[in-house]
């Protein structure tokens, strides 16, 4: 971190495996970082006080509401956006499962579901849902975004099913 005398400091960030500059304030959060000195716009600012999950990035493989973390805290440590899930087997699992519906919180879901099917691959219905309690869609039913998550821990644990 270098402070540059005007109040705002530069910090390093890993980003989707790359690493990036920021100019931030101390008291600037993540969020605010990842959209407006990165231009990384697919975490939402929703509720911004941790409630919705719109804005949940992925912090060293664990999903976390950006907004409720400093810029700086994140400075050494790997952060993974929804940009940096392009391609992986949950997104696909997302489309087929039409898991969305205005997408804005498909981001923040997404994000939960990939932490998921990596840290608890044989996941069960419980621990399936007790993940998805920490974000909100006011669209959706969940069941496509249950049957998306399932599909995808079947696709990590080798099996060839939907998970419907």
């Not at 390093?12 to 969020?31: P, W, Y």
């Not at 716009?41 to 493989?61: F, L, P, R, S, Y």
């Not at 976390?64 to 929804?82: D, N, Q």
Request: glycine share 10%; proline share 2%.
């Amino acid at each position: 971190m270098i402070s540059n005398g005007t109040g705002k400091c530069e910090v390093q960030l890993l980003v989707n495996g790359e690493h990036r500059h920021a100019v931030i304030r101390s008291a600037d959060t993540l969020l605010s970082a990842l959209r407006d000195q990165l231009d990384l716009t697919g975490a939402k600012a929703g509720c911004e006080n941790g409630d919705c999950g719109t804005c949940t990035v992925q912090i060293n493989g664990w999903p976390v509401k950006s907004c409720m973390m400093l810029a700086i805290e994140a400075a050494g440590l790997a952060v993974t956006t929804i940009e940096g899930l392009r391609g992986t087997p949950v997104q696909d699992a997302f489309i087929r499962h039409f898991a969305f519906q205005c997408g804005f919180c498909t981001p923040g879901f997404l994000i939960v579901c990939h932490s998921l099917a990596q840290i608890h691959p044989d996941a069960d219905e419980e621990v399936i849902r007790e993940w998805l309690q920490s974000n909100i869609c006011r669209c959706t039913s969940y069941q496509e975004i249950r049957g998306a998550i399932k599909a995808t821990l079947a696709m990590a644990q080798g099996h060839q099913g939907e998970g419907r």
